[in-house]
């Protein structure tokens, strides 16, 4: 069965090349190979340490709240995936992560390849967190429980019945960035207005007009890698 994708793949160079590539790097500008496992975890000692300065910075950030606007983030981009409409993960994405997801997708459609399956997260840490002058990021990894599979006809990759596997999404903001008080992106408001998030094509909140998936204001979406099938 493990062969089988690969032949398929074969038929429709692509399918495999997209399929190989899902997850965008944290560039959001490639894909990293399926055949790789997730990036190492950073020693936890030096994790804490710089989530610790990003508090001592940002009063209001609140570690566990942001792992829970990650989780929501993972479910508005699962429903996007499934329903094969790009636009419903617009709101949380960044701008060039989301340019590489409506590719995928359009080449999904193109040759008829669905995903399948639900899952839940059943478990999260931060497993990096790391800052320059311009922008602060975070790996947080998330445990997965459930069925995913990818077909069209036949199953290319993935399976029935109930499995387990990480998933790493990486959040970036700018390093001026501070937690807003709505919540933000990753809680579905706008982080200049407050409003309920409202996207525009060109990434600005539909009532203030101010950008906010560029990550200069917010924690955005940055890459999400999936640990091989």
């Known amino acids: 069965m493990l062969k089988l994708p690969f ?3 074969r038929v429709i160079p692509h399918v495999g090349g997209i399929l190989r590539g899902e997850a965008a790097t944290d560039s959001g500008a490639r894909a990293r190979s399926s055949g790789e496992e997730l990036t190492p975890a950073d020693d936890q000692a030096v994790v804490a340490s710089a989530l610790a300065t990003l508090k001592s910075r940002d009063g209001g950030f609140d570690l566990t709240a942001t ?4 989780v929501r983030a993972r479910e508005v981009v699962d429903l996007a995936r499934q329903a094969g409409d790009a636009s419903a993960a617009r709101q949380v994405m960044s701008d060039g992560l989301w340019r590489v997801f409506v590719l995928l997708l359009a080449e999904r459609a193109a040759h008829g390849v669905r995903r399948q399956g639900t899952s839940v997260v059943v478990g999260a840490e931060v497993v990096a967190a790391t800052r320059d002058r311009l922008a602060e990021q975070l790996r947080i990894r998330l445990a997965c429980r459930g069925e995913r599979r990818e077909v069209t006809g036949v199953v290319l990759r993935g399976q029935y019945g109930q499995q387990r596997w990480d998933e790493d999404w990486i959040i970036r903001r700018s390093a001026d960035a501070t937690t807003p008080a709505s919540g933000g992106v990753l809680s579905g408001r706008c982080p200049q207005c407050g409003a309920a998030l409202r996207i525009e094509a060109d990434g600005s909140c539909a009532y203030c007009r101010a950008l906010v998936l560029a990550g ?14």
Do not use: K
């Open 7 to 9: 032949n398929i793949l």
């Open 67 to 70: 792992t829970r606007g990650v």
């Open 216 to 229: 200069g204001r917010d924690w955005v979406v940055w890459s999400i890698e999936e640990a091989p099938w």
